[in-house]
């Protein structure tokens, strides 16, 4: 069964950081380009960022560029986003999802996705 | 950037009913636009892609259509499960999502 599960949110200070990861199941994770979404309270879906199956190419909203890093461990079959300099409308569920096609040109829709983890950035 | 926009926003529908939402993008996408239910506290669910292509396990009774800015989702008879929230989300420029479209029960 294909599976994500993600991890690693929690309440945080505004301007501090947090690490969430995904871990992954059930596909060979290495061919499949995978992305973050997130979603604030009682609002709709965001596209945070995406990163291809090897990961050497990686791509991020304006909302998060320069301040959110997406990076994947194949060995580990494991996503990861670091988020630096947290801001209050950064509170949201964040969901990790797999492309629906492998070797994806970044252009395929999300096929299967975590259940989420809630960050909160609250003083 | 390309933005999106869905409407209504919200409606409410019976059992049965046929119900359709629509969503513009800001520019032409050609065909990669994609469709999503979300039901309150879980992960969205792809329905459609590529405009018109039904997901693996979804209901004939979804329908997509469309191409370039102007695109269609169809629910032909609604069911009581199909009470959710939708969404479009465009994939040609990196990834856009529409604002959404509540359909409730009347």
């Known amino acids: 069964e294909v599976q994500l599960v993600e991890s690693g949110g929690g309440l945080v200070q505004p301007g501090g950081s947090l690490r969430l990861s995904c871990a992954a199941s059930g596909f060979t994770f290495s061919s499949y380009a995978m992305s973050w979404v997130r979603q604030a309270p009682g609002k709709g879906l965001e596209w945070v960022s995406a990163i291809s199956g090897s990961g050497g190419s990686t791509y991020y909203a304006d909302s998060v560029k320069g301040r959110f890093t997406i990076s994947r461990d194949n060995s580990k079959n494991t996503l990861y986003l670091q988020m630096n300099s947290l801001r209050a409308e950064d509170t949201a569920v964040y969901y990790c999802?797999?492309?629906?096609?492998?070797?994806?040109?970044?252009?395929?829709?999300?096929?299967?996705w975590g259940k989420g983890t809630t960050v909160t950035v609250s003083s | 950037d390309i933005q999106m926009t869905q409407s209504p926003s919200s409606l409410s529908a019976s059992v049965g009913d046929r119900v359709t939402i629509t969503c513009r993008a800001s520019?032409?996408?050609?065909?990669?636009l994609n469709w999503y239910q979300q039901k309150p506290g879980k992960a969205p669910k792809l329905l459609i892609y590529?405009?018109?292509s039904l997901q693996s396990g979804v209901p004939s009774r979804f329908s997509g259509s469309g191409s370039g800015t102007d695109f269609t989702l169809t629910i032909s008879s609604l069911q009581p499960e199909d009470f959710a929230t939708y969404y479009c989300q465009q994939s040609y420029s990196l990834f856009t999502f529409g604002p959404g479209t509540k359909v409730d029960i009347k």
């Open positions: 520019q032409s996408i050609s065909s990669y």
């Open positions: 999802a797999k492309d629906r096609e492998e070797y994806c040109g970044g252009d395929c829709p999300a096929d299967v």
């Open positions: 590529a405009a018109s």
